[in-house]
Nanobody, 124 residues
Framework: QVQLVESGGGLVQAGGSLRLSCVASGSIFSINAMNWYRQAPGKQRELVAGITSGGSTDYVDSAKGRFTISRDNAKNTVYLQMNSLKPEDTAVYYC??????????????????WGQGTQVTVSS
């Protein structure tokens, strides 16, 4: 009942920029934390950046100073602005969100949802 759809990935040269977007849709009651993860070939998925419903943010050390996460609560959308991209940023980037859905007149359910991923490739 809830979908996360990412967009904005692509091929860019080192030093370039990309902006990823992720839109949540469906029977959404509220959205708590929204996060961006990435997974490079042969590596474990890692948390890149996260943002709370109140706007507090956190980043993996390698992204600090280069990436900015933001959200538009009215649009159920989270963004990841990536600047000064490096070849080591190459990965599939996934959107993740903790979302409450309404299951009845007086009940909600918290779930953890993932997008399908978008490829980011940075050439040297």
């Amino acid at each position: 009942q809830v979908q996360l759809v990412e967009s904005g990935g692509g091929l860019v040269q080192a030093g370039g920029s990309l902006r990823l977007s992720c839109v949540a849709s469906g029977s959404i009651f509220s959205i708590n934390a929204m996060n961006w993860y990435r997974q490079a070939p042969g590596k474990q998925r890692e948390l890149v950046a996260g943002i709370t419903s109140g706007g507090s943010t956190d980043y993996v050390d390698s992204a600090k100073g280069r990436f900015t996460i933001s959200r538009d609560n009215a649009k159920n959308t989270v963004y990841l602005q990536m600047n000064s991209l490096k070849p080591e940023d190459t990965a599939v980037y996934y959107c993740n969100a903790a979302i409450k859905t309404k299951t009845g007149a007086w009940s909600v359910r918290m779930g953890d949802y993932w997008g399908q991923g978008t490829q980011v490739t940075v050439s040297s």
